[in-house]
């Protein structure tokens, strides 16, 4: 899909629904915190969140006390209902960055940060070229020393996602993707169940960069 085109799909999706009914809420995103813990950064740590949507991750992020995230995604209306959420003056705490993963123009003038965290972003990404821009923004990005965490829909996962076709991942496909400069630290197979009550199977990736 064309940036314009992605853009309007996922402002559609945003729009016709309340954020607690979309399949990929969460109430609590513990799996990620459980993740992020394990890197051990302080609270003053750039933590980027790409593909944000309307995560409950950045709420709870705040909670925890870090002070320097960045929420990004390509649909504008996402952000707004996370930024609402939030509000003020915690949304302060927040660099809201409305940008394509696949065709950076904004995210890509940003300083590396300490974390890079995705989920179910990646997996929608099934041209060449998409996945080879987002893994090469996510290597310019990534610190050295620092954190990458990918969750995506594994080998067993769904076909499709919101209408859309994914490409499914286990670990050792995005160690091929990464190459040497990454090194995992862990991965776990977790099982989100849906609003609607159905299940998918997500594979959870931590890696550490060590250019
Ligand atoms: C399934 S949702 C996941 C949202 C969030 N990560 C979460 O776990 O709740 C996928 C998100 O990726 C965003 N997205 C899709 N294609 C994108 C792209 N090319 N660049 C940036 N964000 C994109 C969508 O707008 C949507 O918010």
């Keep these: 899909m064309k940036s314009g ?3 309007t799909y996922w402002n559609q999706i945003y729009s016709d629904k309340e954020v607690d009914k979309l399949g990929w809420h969460e109430e609590n995103p513990e799996p990620s915190i459980s993740l992020i813990k394990k890197c051990n950064i302080n609270k003053n740590s750039t933590i980027l969140n790409v593909g944000a949507g309307a995560t409950t991750l950045v709420d709870e992020l705040l909670k925890i006390g870090y002070k320097n995230l960045i929420a990004a995604d390509i649909s504008p209306i996402s952000l707004d209902k996370l930024k609402k959420r939030i ?5 302060k705490k927040v660099t809201w960055i409305i940008d394509d993963l696949t065709n950076s123009q904004e995210l890509i003038k940003l300083s590396p940060v ?3 965290h995705d989920r179910a972003v990646l997996h929608f990404f099934t041209k060449k070229e998409d996945i080879k821009a ?3 923004l996510l290597k310019k990005l990534v610190k050295k020393g620092g954190y990458l965490i ?3 829909f594994n080998l067993d996962g769904a076909s499709t996602c919101s209408g859309l076709p994914v490409c499914r991942y286990n670990d050792s496909m995005l160690e091929e993707m990464l190459g040497d400069d990454f ?3 862990e991965a ?3 099982n989100y169940t849906m609003p609607s009550g159905d299940t ?4 959870y990736t931590l890696f550490k960069s060590s250019k």
Excluded: E, G, H
Aim: charged letters at 35%; aromatic letters at 22%.
């Design 5 to 7: 085109d992605s853009k």
């Design 87 to 91: 509000n003020k003056p915690d949304s």
């Design 114 to 116: 300490d974390l890079w």
């Design 134 to 136: 987002y893994f090469n």
């Design 150 to 152: 990918i969750a995506v």
């Design 183 to 185: 090194k995992l630290i």
């Design 188 to 190: 776990f197979d977790y």
């Design 200 to 203: 998918r199977k997500y594979i």
